[in-house]
């Protein structure tokens, strides 16, 4: 049995899977605030999948963490993870004596592109394109995560795809995340809610000039991510997951519309049949703590040899 | 030893490796035009090797042809290669029987990527970018090339990054080839000469709007390739080449101002150090030859043992 944790902003999913990669039990609980209350919203989520799943945790061989951060290459130390209030944390060092296991530690949009991966068969060559506050990638081959060189990889949101777009929080024009990202959008319609995007779309159903900005903005980021993770790595198919994917066919249909437009104009992306290449994350996939678990697994040396 | 070729569009050239991967031998000519002088093209360019590089041709145990075209998945088939008046030819098939040895192709610019990875030597991961008629890149990790899902890995010339752009050979608006692309700025320069994006460089420094505005573009056309190769795969390196790279320093100067104005306005693009991680591939080297040497190599079972 292996555990997968997502921890998230708001609230923590933590899954258990069994040697064949099952989901064998499954619970959420709030995400604390800080390092310590973070250390232990993951001790007390792994125990949650025994009390409240049925989960024999003796029978838990690994614990693998997906988390809104930074990892430091090669260890379990996140940094940087704004959104927990955390700045740098030994997660293997915090909870591993607690938990008795081995405990992986990996950033959650590459941990849910591990997990979209399984979910959708695993096979081939994947790109998650992870829509939520920000917008990032992970890109998966042959049940591979792609690392890079130094932590960029899967970083999308930062290519500009309009010199005269608005202006990044990273700093610089147009973007990808200044037109998708849901932080901006929510931003820039400035008024509260839920899920700020959603009411975006409902105002431009209603006709509302801003809003049908916003979200003609948000269908041609989208786009031109799904065209660059395509042209650069060349993935069978591009998965779309994370908070914006809430609104599911009505942000798809607005998507495949743009990439349409693209083919339209040009034979070659015409070619790529893009719009049958882009799929959303079944609502509610625990892909991130799913993808949590099978990094655990893959660092166990019993369970390499036995996966080959 | 190993055979490469480079099966350019005016000239072809030839390499033969020994066991170590080093250069034994190197002969120039020119290419012929369409399937049959292409074939001829190729025998006579590995016997040149014996009579004019004093090669033994009794120990070539592969040849690799590098070729500007598209290659079907796991053949040997070139299909449009347009500028060898080739629509469609078996290369192992019209080549292999006359040499007597296996005969693997390649896409010239993946063949170039492979070679120069060998060159820069041989570690972690790189992005080769051609930078000629068209604009095209190769991914290499680890040795390997990143062949992606269908055949467009490394296309990133036919990514827009201004939706307000030249329109592109391929249709879309503002693509990085209509920006960067040999052949376009050709074209729109519209004088003849030898390699016209010199004298558009020449006029430029002399004060010429028009070569000014195509330099600059130019400039932020491989500025943006770079970007994307970075914040998708996170290349390690972005190594130049292709025709274009003639210009040497000329352009690299131009690139790295371009990389240093996104560097500016962005402290995150400024982590990436990207005017550190662009470099020109080595005037006349002959990477594509060399990486088609090597693609012969690694598809012997004997060398793959051989080489772990």
């Known amino acids: 049995?292996?555990?997968?944790?997502?921890?998230?902003?708001?609230?923590?999913?933590?899954?258990?899977?069994?040697?064949?990669?099952?989901?064998?039990?499954?619970?959420?609980?709030?995400?604390?605030?800080?390092?310590?209350?973070?250390t232990r919203t993951i001790v007390d989520g792994v125990r949650a999948l025994g009390a409240e799943a049925g989960i024999d945790l003796a029978a838990v061989r690994s614990v693998g963490v997906g988390i809104p951060g930074q990892i430091e290459p090669g260890s379990a130390r996140v940094v940087h993870a704004v959104n927990l209030g955390v700045d740098e944390?030994?997660?293997?060092?915090?909870?591993?004596?607690?938990?008795?296991?081995?405990?992986?530690?990996?950033?959650?949009?590459?941990?849910?592109?591990?997990?979209?991966?399984a979910l959708h068969g695993g096979a081939g060559t994947m790109a998650y394109l992870n829509l939520g506050t920000g917008v990032a990638a992970g890109i998966v081959a042959g049940g591979e995560l792609w690392r890079g060189a130094r932590g960029a990889a899967g970083e999308v949101g930062h290519i500009s795809v309009d010199p005269n777009g608005p202006v990044c929080r990273c700093g610089q024009r147009g973007c990808i995340e200044a037109f998708a990202g849901g932080g901006v959008i929510a931003e820039r319609w400035g008024r509260s809610g839920a899920l700020p995007v959603r009411d975006v779309f409902d105002a431009a159903d209603a006709g509302d000039a801003g809003?049908?900005?916003?979200?003609?903005?948000?269908?041609?980021?989208?786009?031109?991510?799904v065209r660059v993770l395509v042209l650069t790595v060349d993935a069978?198919?591009?998965?779309?997951?994370?908070?914006?994917?809430?609104?599911?066919?009505?942000?798809?249909?607005?998507?495949?519309?743009?990439?349409?437009?693209s083919a339209e104009a040009s034979a070659f992306m015409r070619s790529l049949r893009l719009e049958d290449r882009v799929e959303l994350l079944p609502a509610g996939s625990p892909a991130a703590a799913l993808g949590a678990a099978l990094i655990g697994a893959a660092h166990d040396p019993e369970e390499a040899l036995a996966h080959g």
């Open 211 to 225: 809003a049908i900005e916003l979200r003609r903005g948000l269908a041609r980021g989208v786009a031109a991510a």
């Open 89 to 117: 944390l030994d997660l293997a060092a915090a909870v591993g004596p607690q938990l008795g296991v081995p405990v992986r530690v990996e950033n959650d949009v590459k941990a849910a592109a591990l997990g979209a991966f």
């Open 236 to 261: 069978d198919v591009v998965v779309l997951g994370g908070g914006i994917t809430a609104l599911g066919d009505r942000l798809l249909v607005d998507v495949v519309s743009e990439l349409g437009a």
């Open 1 to 38: 049995m292996r555990v997968g944790l997502d921890v998230g902003g708001t609230k923590t999913e933590v899954v258990a899977i069994d040697a064949d990669g099952v989901i064998a039990g499954r619970v959420r609980m709030a995400t604390g605030w800080g390092p310590d209350a973070v």
